[in-house]
């Protein structure tokens, strides 16, 4: 989780602080504990331009990284349960998912790719799903639209994204009502995740 790595490494909120070494850091060093245990990984928006993307990804691959969501924030990001995120058009985020996808093909990884979109709070539902339809179009196995507000939209979420599995991200005190796992899966989720729980309940 960004949001995690930012809080525990650094003391600070998540707002485009944490550089891709922290980030690498810190999933190389989770996914080391057990490599039985597949981790799902932040990459924020891949800390740069195709190039530095593809490095990236490259980098979680060589840590043990199972899966990791790539998003279409700008570079300067911030929380995805923050408000005032600006996004990048759809062309810069598909060469976002691109690089990404030629990185795990050139180290022959099956590492996958869940497409994350922030677009929803800005730029309304239809605009965010058609971001991720095309995200997956350029090589992503899953989608994730970061926000959705309640049940109703989540399924219609899921729905509208069949067949690709989507990932639904639940933050306590974030955005998303907070389901158990047997809920998310009614509502159409194939992959859940509870970044920070942890350290919300420590």
Not at 1 to 18: C, E, R
Not at 153 to 168: D, G, H, I, R, Y
Request: charged letters at 25%.
């Amino acid at each position: 989780t960004g949001a995690g790595t930012a809080i525990s490494l650094l003391g600070m909120p998540d707002l485009g602080l944490t550089t891709a070494d922290d980030m690498v850091r810190q999933a190389s060093m989770l996914s080391s504990l057990d490599r039985t245990v597949p981790l799902i990984a932040d990459i924020d928006t891949g800390f740069g331009g195709p190039v530095m993307v593809a490095r990236t990804v490259e980098r979680y691959i060589l840590g043990g990284v199972a899966g990791l969501h790539l998003e279409d924030q700008v570079t300067t990001k911030r929380c995805g349960h923050l408000g005032g995120k600006e996004m990048v058009d759809v062309g810069t985020f598909v060469a976002r998912i691109r690089a990404a996808r030629e990185a795990r093909e050139r180290l022959q990884s099956d590492i996958v790719i869940i497409a994350r979109t922030d677009a929803l709070q800005s730029m309304g539902f239809e605009e965010a799903v058609s971001r991720l339809k095309a995200a997956v179009e350029a090589g992503a196995d899953a989608a994730f639209l970061e926000g959705v507000k309640d049940r109703e939209e989540m399924k219609k979420f899921t729905q509208a994204m069949a067949p690709t599995p989507c990932l639904v991200n639940l933050v306590p005190g974030g955005l998303t009502p907070l389901v158990n796992a047997k809920e998310a899966k009614e509502l159409g989720y194939r992959i859940a995740i509870w970044p920070c729980f942890a350290m919300t309940h420590a």
